[in-house]
């Protein structure tokens, strides 16, 4: 696969980047679509998928910070395992096991008593509104370049944000009127 990903670039510095990507990250990209598709045909699948998005958008992409560039594989991945999971309803959809409940103690009593972090509010938003949140504002990437790696159209964008606002408003609403 690598031969065909270097093959379609123009340039030698995008040749050894697509094989640095490929060398470096294609076995945690794997994981991450097996985790979500639970399927290690359907992973390679999105694995591809995403590699191929990626170099299409690699002009107007920054893959000089690891932390950034992991987050930005692990989400194009992720999308293209749930864009695999809506086209094909075939598929099976193995829910992640719950964890487990434990007894409330006094600490976690405390703890609900603090605000909640910024962080630990666009934790508990949908997946799919929280990868836009994190590219948007947290990586910075602006509205087209979140859109076309994510496969969406812009105005989806800006309508996933605003759905994550209302989100945090109503449950920073519900914690203070209780």
């Known amino acids: ?13 995008e040749r050894s980047l697509v094989e640095q990507l490929y ?11 097996f985790s979500v598709l639970k399927d290690s045909y359907y992973a390679e699948d999105a694995v591809h998928e995403a590699f191929l998005r990626i170099i299409r958008n690699m002009s107007c992409l920054n ?15 992720r999308n293209v395992c749930f864009n695999m999971l809506r086209r ?7 829910d992640e096991p719950e964890e487990e409940t434990e007894d409330i103690s006094a600490k976690e009593e405390y703890l609900k ?10 934790k508990q938003l949908p997946d799919e509104i ?3 949140i994190v590219m ?11 859109a076309d790696i994510l496969g969406i159209s812009v ?3 800006y309508s996933r944000i605003r759905r994550a606002r209302e989100i945090i408003k109503e449950f920073i609403e519900e914690e203070y009127n209780d």
């Not at 696969?1 to 510095?13: C, F, G, Q, W």
């Not at 948007?136 to 979140?146: C, N």
Request: glycine share 2%; no cysteine; proline share 4%.
């Open 23 to 33: 060398t470096s990250y294609e076995q945690m990209m794997y994981k991450a679509a």
């Open 155 to 157: 105005p989806t964008v």
């Open 63 to 77: 893959f000089d910070d690891d932390k950034k560039t992991r987050a930005l594989l692990v989400i194009t991945v």
């Open 88 to 94: 094909n309803k075939r598929m099976p959809v193995i």
């Open 130 to 132: 929280r990868e836009v």
């Open 136 to 146: 948007r504002f947290i990586r910075g990437d602006d509205a087209k370049t979140t």
């Open 1 to 13: 696969m690598l031969a065909l990903y270097m093959a379609m670039v123009d340039t030698d510095e």
């Open 113 to 122: 008593l603090e605000a909640p972090s910024a962080a630990e509010l666009i």
